[in-house]
């Protein structure tokens, strides 16, 4: 809800543009984004959201793989516009791991190309009452498994695991030499929003994502 209007206008225009998602899962921001005209790409681990992706955005003209984010070979080199890597980091609990996704971004993207990664904010699980840290722990506890039970705004329960990463972790991550960052965007929740969304007033103290636009060199 908060990062959707921030996506849209660090994106640009869409018509035409070549979108990857690294970890679509059932392609909820990929379908948003054909819908202005992009044309997208949507890669996944598991077989089932592949399977649901596809059932969901029959008609779109998007294309989903089930494929590794570290082994990406369904997408030519240098072919693409954008890269998305939205709400992934914070399942992986390797940094090697992730090392390997953000070069595969890399490999694909067009000289110029745009990386967006959209995470949990490092923050959260120390401010936000719908994030609780396991016992003792400490924002500097990189790696750390947060089991969790988070309300939506439908007042659904969802129980999640996720791995928590330091702002430090994840721009280090982000390979300098490949990459530039432009710019890291924290969401805020306006009072507009909150009088809407009432469970979202701790949103207003603390964000619950972050976002690093970043370019290819």
Not at 190 to 210: E, N, Q
Request: hydrophobic residues 40%.
């Amino acid at each position: 809800m908060l990062i959707k209007p921030i996506l849209f206008k660090i994106l640009g225009p869409l018509k035409n543009k070549k979108i990857l998602e690294i970890g679509c899962g059932n392609g909820y921001w990929l379908r948003a984004f054909a819908k202005k005209g992009a044309k997208c790409i949507g890669i996944d681990a598991s077989f089932n959201q592949i399977k649901l992706a596809k059932e969901l955005s029959q008609g779109q003209g998007i294309s989903f793989f089930q494929e590794n984010g570290p082994h990406i070979s369904r997408v030519r080199p240098n072919s693409i516009d954008t890269v998305l890597i939205i709400k992934v980091l914070l399942e992986i609990k390797s940094k090697f791991v992730i090392k390997k996704i953000i070069k595969q971004a890399n490999l694909v993207l067009k000289k110029g190309g745009q990386l967006i990664i959209s995470d949990l904010h490092p923050c959260a699980p120390l401010a936000i009452p719908t994030v609780t840290p396991p016992k003792g722990f400490r924002y500097h506890n990189s790696g750390t498994v947060l089991k969790a039970i988070s309300t939506t705004i439908d007042k659904k329960k969802v129980y999640f695991k996720d791995v928590h990463w330091t702002l430090q972790d994840i721009t280090q991550l982000i390979d300098t030499d490949k990459f530039t960052i432009n710019q890291i965007l924290e969401p805020e929740a306006t009072a507009k929003i909150i009088r809407k969304y009432p469970s979202l007033v701790s949103r207003k103290f603390c964000p619950m994502d972050i976002i690093f636009d970043c370019r290819k060199k």
